[in-house]
């Protein structure tokens, strides 16, 4: 972290006003937050910065207006959970520029907090206009970024305000930044992948910068079907993108070449359709009948990975390994994580998890608090294990 600036290099701020980019993108139904982890991860943030006397101002989108105001995407909801949350009331202003947002903040006393309306309700945001990134810097006298989710975009609130005011990495954004460092900047070896979901054409970057960087790759879900293809298994009528074959076998190249260990599933749970609790049969490669479909790995797969963990120092996992939202096809995933925790608690192994589906699955085997750190990131924890820089990282390097 010795790389940015953070909350630890400011001391009082009383009479200073903080501007600090959040990410409350929260599932929401009918006005109500559903998952409200999110506003959780930002509160160390707010805390430390009234506690030095600040006014903080939140920044935050919600959802994709596309620039003009859209009243079902406003930011209102979020003022009194976030309030409750925090233990003070949360002042919200109409507007996230101009005079709404001036007068807001402008009756703000020391360690108060405001939150500002969408800032993605103005067209400047998403094109990252300087015009539109000033208009915030004229409200505050520094930036505090706190959004790892949202820092691959380079947008007004993520990326231009670094340029307009002395610019800091908030406390979430710096776990968030530490934990991936752990798993995949300087990890303790072995490290092991887990990577799964339904398609490889949305993860090839992915695929092709792990092979460079870790001992051991485990391919799960759907598109473990199209490497079975590859290699020449039968895979039914299962999920399999025929036309990645080539691509599948590069990969399988590539990781021989940065001697990578490539873990496929050696046996599959199959079953006609998909539904819950429906009749299934347990196929070794090579047994899968031709109008089977693949939905999970089997037992001796499953026993296969944690033997693999068990040797690990570090494991990283992005995506589940069958489709775990519909039981019994959740076993592989649910067992693998478990294995996962545990390891984590008695051998000290450090296990960092992210994406979208990734933190549902660990949640659903009830082993989210356990892993070492699980990202609240699902674009940019993505972008960040294709080792893609981040714009919203990037910004907060001192120039
Ligand atoms: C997220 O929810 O992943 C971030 O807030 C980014 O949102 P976006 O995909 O709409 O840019
Ligand atoms: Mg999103």
Not at 35 to 56: E, M, S, W
Not at 217 to 232: K, Q
């Amino acid at each position: 972290m010795s790389a940015f600036r953070t909350l630890d290099d400011l001391s009082d701020l009383t009479g200073k006003t903080a501007l600090v980019r959040v990410d409350f993108n929260v599932p929401m139904d009918g006005g109500r937050i559903t998952d409200d982890t999110r506003l959780r991860v930002a509160l160390p943030t707010i805390r430390d910065l009234c506690a030095k006397g600040a006014r903080v101002a939140l920044l935050a989108h919600f959802d994709r207006p596309k620039g003009k105001p859209v009243p079902a995407m406003s930011l209102a909801p979020m003022a009194g959970p976030l309030g409750d949350l925090l233990g003070a009331p949360v002042v919200f202003a109409a507007d996230c520029i101009g005079a709404a947002a001036e007068a807001a903040i402008v009756a703000l006393g020391p360690g108060q907090v405001a939150l500002l309306e969408n800032v993605r309700f103005h067209a400047g945001e998403e094109a990252n206009a300087p015009e539109f990134a000033a208009s915030l810097a004229l409200l505050g006298d520094l930036y505090v970024n706190d959004a790892f989710s949202a820092a691959h975009r380079a947008h007004a609130s993520t990326e231009g305000l670094a340029r307009h005011l002395p610019a800091y990495a908030g406390r979430s954004m710096q776990r968030e930044l530490d934990a991936l460092d752990l798993a995949l900047g300087a990890p303790r070896r072995p490290v092991v992948g887990i990577v799964g979901g339904s398609k490889v054409s949305t993860k090839l970057d992915l695929l092709q910068n792990l092979v460079a960087k870790l001992d051991t790759l485990a391919i799960g879900g759907g598109m473990a079907n199209t490497f079975l293809y590859a290699m020449g298994h039968s895979v039914g009528e299962s999920l399999c993108e025929k036309d990645l074959a080539d691509t599948a076998r590069d990969i399988i190249a590539e990781a021989k070449a940065k001697s990578c260990e490539i873990l496929l599933p050696v046996d599959v749970v199959c079953a006609q359709t998909l539904g819950p609790g429906v009749a299934t049969t347990n196929r070794d490669l090579g047994g899968v009948a031709p109008t089977d479909k693949i939905f999970d790995a089997g037992p001796k797969s499953i026993a296969r990975l944690n033997a693999a963990i068990d040797l690990a120092h570090t494991v990283i996992w992005n995506g589940p390994l069958g489709v775990f939202e519909i039981s019994p096809f959740d076993a592989a995933t649910v067992a693998v994580a478990r294995h996962t925790a545990e390891r984590v608690k008695t051998h000290g192994l450090i296990a960092v998890a992210g994406g979208g589906d990734t933190v549902a699955a660990l949640h659903a085997a009830g082993v989210t608090d356990d892993f070492s750190f699980v990202s609240t990131a699902g674009g940019a924890f993505l972008e960040w294990m294709e080792g893609k820089a981040l714009p919203g990282v990037e910004a907060l390097r001192p120039r």
